[in-house]
């Protein structure tokens, strides 16, 4: 079971520091605003236990391991960080999947993929942001069909002259653009899905979703920094992933059928979706990027 930060909870943190390692270098300092407010010399005091948020931020610049967190375990030593160059490869080498091996997900993948999503960026150490892995046919292929029914009862509107204005707002014009055009040919996807070629899960072997209560303003930002450390994470263990707008869009729906198919626990929205597997190809050649516009001021 995971524990809530103590921020969440109300409970005061006890910061100790070992005055035999400390040397007072005061980097505790630069890693926390709440220290740096407080004072080196109040660390100890009630009142930073009160406002300290459990980061362990003050430990993890600390080089002499001097200082300890109630509630957390000792800091580990950090590995080296790749080149520049390794991590600019991986950022453009990272695509969009939509053909998948017939491979269920190995479960040391899944922790490595859990892992990067606990380390995934939060603000104040929130760490609300849960997951939620499908991997059943069933709820897979049900997905799949209540998406098509959706997709299908979106058609039927998106392009009556009276709501395209209302549409193009809701999906931005790009979005709007790209589905109008692919809206015509439904009854194409329709017969693939009858075919057992999924035009909404590309057949692959999961779904994850990325949930946070609804009722926290930086929710969908932070699971959506999550979702995108796992796709950027994914090729270096040979998977690949896809974002599913169409399935966060169902998700977050009133859709009675998928609310049946899969429940979502109380209090939660889902913010991003990715279909995650084995790649059927191998990527050997980034395609070209423009470069975007750069605004200084």
């Given at each position: 079971m ?12 006890r ?15 630069d890693?926390?605003p ?6 080196f010399a109040s660390?100890?005091?009630q ?15 600390c080089?002499?391991?001097a200082?300890?967190?109630?509630g ?13 160059d390794e ?5 453009k080498?990272?695509r ?6 017939d491979?269920?997900?190995k ?5 490595r993929?859990?892992?990067a999503v606990r380390y995934s960026?939060?603000?104040h150490?929130s760490?609300?942001v849960d997951?939620?892995i499908i991997?059943s046919p069933?709820?897979?292929k ?5 998406s098509?029914?959706?997709w299908?009862?979106t058609?039927?509107f ?8 209302i ?5 931005g014009?790009?979005?709007f653009?790209?589905f109008?055009?692919?809206?015509p040919f439904?009854?194409q996807?329709?017969?693939l ?9 590309f ?6 979703l990325f949930?946070?209560p609804?009722?926290e303003?930086m929710g969908k ?13 994914a090729p ?5 992933t896809?974002?599913?707008?169409i399935v966060?869009?169902l998700?977050?729906?009133s859709?009675?059928a998928i609310?049946?198919?899969v ?7 889902v913010?991003?979706?990715l279909?995650?597997g084995?790649?059927?190809h191998?990527?050997?050649?980034i ?5 975007r ?5």
């Open positions: 995971s524990v809530k930060p103590s921020v969440l909870t109300g409970d005061p943190v910061i100790t520091i070992d005055k035999e390692k400390c040397i007072e270098c005061h980097r505790c300092l890693a926390c709440l220290i740096r407010f407080a004072g660390l100890e005091d009142f930073v236990g009160y406002i300290c948020l459990q980061c362990g931020g003050c430990m993890a610049v080089p002499q391991g200082i300890s967190v109630s957390l375990p000792p800091a580990r030593p950090a590995g080296e960080v790749p080149s520049g991590v600019l490869n991986l950022i080498v990272r969009s999947v939509r053909a998948f091996r491979q269920k997900i479960q040391e993948d899944w922790d993929l859990l892992e960026p939060v603000g150490n760490q609300y997951v939620m991997e069933e709820v897979l049900e997905i799949s069909r209540v098509m029914d959706f299908k009862k058609t039927m998106i392009n009556k002259p009276i709501l395209r204005r549409f193009r707002k809701m999906l014009d790009h979005a653009n790209v109008s055009k692919v809206a439904y009854e996807q329709k017969a899905f009858e075919q057992g070629l999924d035009p909404i899960l057949n692959a072997p999961a779904v994850m949930l946070a609804g009722a303003a930002a932070e699971a959506d920094m999550a979702a995108h450390t796992v796709a950027l994470y270096a263990l040979g998977l690949g896809c974002y599913s707008g966060m869009v998700f977050s729906s859709n009675a609310k049946k198919a429940q979502i626990p109380q209090g939660y929205k913010y991003s979706a279909i995650v084995y790649p059927k191998a990527r050997g050649f395609p070209y990027r423009r470069e516009n750069v605004y200084r001021v």
